[in-house]
Each structure stands twice: as structure tokens, then as C-alpha cells.
């Protein structure tokens, strides 16, 4: 049973292009969450995803920053026009339905976003 | 708002030195508290997941317990390769709401 996936595991942007980041969940899972993580930061929640719907975005920068995981296909994290600050590392995580009440999200290698 | 903070923010042990990583929290409801094991340039990875104060786990040379206000991983005999940064989490009890709160990292280095 393969794991979380994200691609591409580097991403290099010169300021105003766009970074698209993908995340294929665990075979079975249908809750995906993105989390940043900055140079010595912790992993900050960005955002909550049920097939199709967006359960909690709470933790998303207002502007520049979007995120979907259609019916079919990968989950994408979409960022317009990067800026340096948006340079990270950004972790996937997926849970089982039914379990999200109970944690257990298992983390994808993440994207390291480079921004130029 | 949530708080989750880890101490000490690094620690070096010799091999065999066993010691204790220290993770306090102050939420407003607790559904859960979790810990990771993460490699530089990689992933969280799962180790525990502790659900109410008493409760302990273990798993080969590591073992969390959890209180109402701190949760300790505590690493008997540790060896060379559980050099890592241990994370903790916690999840809290907001309806739909599943997201994981991270405390900043306790690097652990073990010299042979």
C-alpha cells in the first residue's frame, strides 16, 4: 500500500509565477490537509479537504492561495504569484474516512518550494 | 488559542543515555495528542497517538505518556539512527474541524 505522494518533491519560481503542488492521498483515504513549514517554524495547518469540499481553510493566506481535491485525480495546492516569502517546505497529510475525528494523518516527503 | 510547546529545543545524548522530551499544552478541549518522528528532508512520520491523561504507549525504545498538561517521549538506551526531530501535535475538539496543532521540534542528536 503505497503512501501519501507529492510532486514534484522541488519546485523552483522566479517571483509572480504560479507553484501548483499535488498530493495523492493513501489508497482508501478521502481527507486530505496541507501544512506549511517554514525554516525553524513548525508545521502550521493550511487546509482541510474532503472529496470535492473544503472543510476548514482557516489556516490559508487570504489572497494567492487556493486549494482542491476533485472527485477525481490529486489534491492541488495552487499558489499565484509567489513571492520569496512563500518558500517553504508544504506536507500533504491524509486520514481514512470516518478516523479524522481520531488524528492519525500520515504525512507525504512534502514540496519544497524555492522562490527566486 | 491553542498552545503546544516543546522543550528542550534540542538535545544531544550519548548512546545508551537515556532521557526524556518534554511536550506541554494548553487547549481548550483535547481530542488527541500525537507525536512524529521527522528526518531531515523528509516527512512526518506516525509514532503514537494518546487520547487521554494515564495513557502510555510504547513502541521498541520509545514510550509517550500523556497528563492533562504535558506529554513526555521518553527513549531508553537510544541509539545512533533515532537521531530526529521529534514533533508533537495536538488535535482539539471543534466539530468538522480535524487540523493538528505542531509544537516547533525537539532535535535529537545520539553520538555513538
Known amino acids: 500500500n503505497a503512501g501519501v505522494m507529492q510532486n514534484p518533491r522541488h519546485l523552483v519560481r522566479r517571483r509572480g509565477q504560479e507553484a501548483r503542488l499535488r498530493c495523492s492521498p493513501m489508497?482508501?483515504?478521502?481527507?486530505v490537509y496541507w501544512y506549511r513549514q517554514l525554516p525553524e517554524e513548525g508545521l502550521k495547518f493550511m487546509v482541510y479537504?474532503?472529496?470535492?469540499?473544503?472543510?476548514?481553510e482557516s489556516g490559508m493566506p487570504k489572497e494567492r492561495f487556493s486549494a482542491e481535491f476533485p472527485k477525481e485525480g490529486p489534491s492541488i495546492l495552487r499558489i499565484q504569484q509567489v513571492v520569496r516569502g512563500d518558500s517553504a517546505a508544504y506536507f500533504c497529510?491524509?486520514?481514512?474516512?470516518?478516523?479524522?475525528?481520531?488524528?492519525?494523518?500520515?504525512f507525504g516527503p512534502g514540496t519544497r518550494l524555492t522562490v527566486l | 488559542e491553542d498552545q503546544v510547546t516543546q522543550s528542550p529545543e534540542a538535545l544531544r545524548l550519548q548512546e545508551g543515555e537515556s532521557s526524556s522530551l518534554n511536550c506541554s499544552y494548553t487547549?481548550?478541549?483535547?481530542?488527541?495528542l500525537f507525536w512524529y518522528r521527522q528526518d531531515p528532508g523528509k516527512g512526518p512520520e506516525f509514532l503514537f497517538t494518546?487520547?487521554?491523561a494515564g495513557e502510555e504507549k510504547e513502541k521498541e525504545r520509545l514510550k509517550a505518556t500523556l497528563t492533562k498538561k504535558e506529554s513526555f517521549l521518553h527513549i531508553t538506551a537510544p541509539k545512533p539512527e533515532d537521531s530526529a526531530t521529534y514533533l508533537c501535535?495536538?488535535?482539539?475538539?471543534?466539530?468538522?474541524?480535524?487540523?493538528?496543532?505542531f509544537g516547533k521540534g525537539i532535535t535529537l542528536s545520539v553520538r555513538p
Open positions: 497529510a491524509s486520514s481514512p474516512p470516518g478516523r479524522q475525528g481520531k488524528g492519525e494523518q500520515f
Open positions: 489508497k482508501g483515504h478521502s481527507h
Open positions: 479537504l474532503q472529496k470535492e469540499n473544503i472543510i476548514d
Open positions: 487547549v481548550s478541549g483535547l481530542r488527541g
Open positions: 494518546l487520547y487521554s
Open positions: 501535535a495536538v488535535q482539539v475538539i471543534t466539530g468538522a474541524n480535524s487540523k493538528l496543532t
